[in-house]
T-cell receptor, first 116, second 114 residues
Framework: GAVVSQHPSRVICKSGTSVKIECRSL??????MFWYRQFPKQSLMLMAT?????????EQGVEKDKFLINHASLTLSTLTVTSAHPEDSSFYIC????????????FGSGTRLTVV | AQSVAQPEDQVNVAEGNPLTVKCTYS??????LFWYVQYPNRGLQFLLK??????LVKGSYGFEAEFNKSQTSFHLKKPSALVSDSALYFC????????????FGRGTSLIVHP
């Protein structure tokens, strides 16, 4: 199946700094990618839909200025957590429609962000 | 609006016994249904899907699921559980038309005891 590569897998940063997470589709073009946040033992919370060449669509309650999403090419979407705070610590996962499964989705391996 | 319910936070089963992880859904029109599995600190892995056709869908690692339109259910099953099946399982739905954004259930933790 199609592969989505997400980096880094783990990152620790200081409060007030910014962190960038990359999500790449390795063997297919992804015009749309999704960014999720997952709290321990909880489901995925859709943060935003990333559209290549246009602005991301954010879900209600997600701060656009804090979670910057850029989808500059058909194979790369990035999520930047700006001015990070400890409450931003979480597991972030990206996904894209998987052309090999037909209407399904493929997910990155996730990024564990810890803000200290 | 579409929704998915996974009524059990946790399912416990002994190795070798059959397992069922429940999922019901609500969506406008015909549903596209999916099951994913997540291991600790990992992304989700695709298990199987129902798009159309046979109501019994077979997927990866011996899992299968049955689409029941009248009960709006899509329960995940496996005839004989393995300890290595222990993980978090997510059911997801999207409508066949309109929005392509999936809605996920809250997840069910499957624990298979040796």
């Amino acid at each position: 199946g199609a592969v989505v590569s997400q980096h880094p897998s783990r990152v620790i940063c200081k409060s007030g700094t910014s962190v960038k997470i990359e999500c790449r589709s390795l063997d297919f073009q992804a015009t749309t990618m999704f960014w999720y946040r997952q709290f321990p033992k909880q489901s995925l919370m859709l943060m935003a839909t990333s559209n290549e060449g246009s602005k991301a669509t954010y879900e209600q309650g997600v701060e656009k200025d804090k979670f910057l999403i850029n989808h500059a090419s058909l194979t790369l979407s990035t999520l930047t957590v700006t001015s990070a705070h400890p409450e931003d610590s979480s597991f972030y996962i990206c996904s894209a429609e998987d052309p090999s499964t037909g209407y399904g989705y493929t997910f990155g391996s996730g990024t564990r962000l810890t803000v200290v | 609006a579409q929704s998915v319910a996974q009524p059990e936070d946790q399912v416990n089963v002994a190795e070798g016994n059959p397992l069922t992880v429940k999922c019901t859904y609500s969506v406008s029109g015909n549903p596209y249904l999916f099951w994913y599995v997540q291991y600790p600190n990992r992304g989700l892995q695709f298990l199987l899907k129902y798009i159309t056709g046979d109501n019994l869908v077979k997927g990866s690692y011996g899992f299968e699921a049955e689409f029941n339109k009248s009960q709006t259910s899509f329960h995940l099953k496996k005839p004989s559980a393995l300890v290595s099946d222990s993980a978090l399982y997510f059911c997801a739905v999207r409508p066949s038309g309109g929005s392509y954004i999936p809605t996920f259930g809250r997840g069910t933790s499957l624990i298979v005891h040796p």
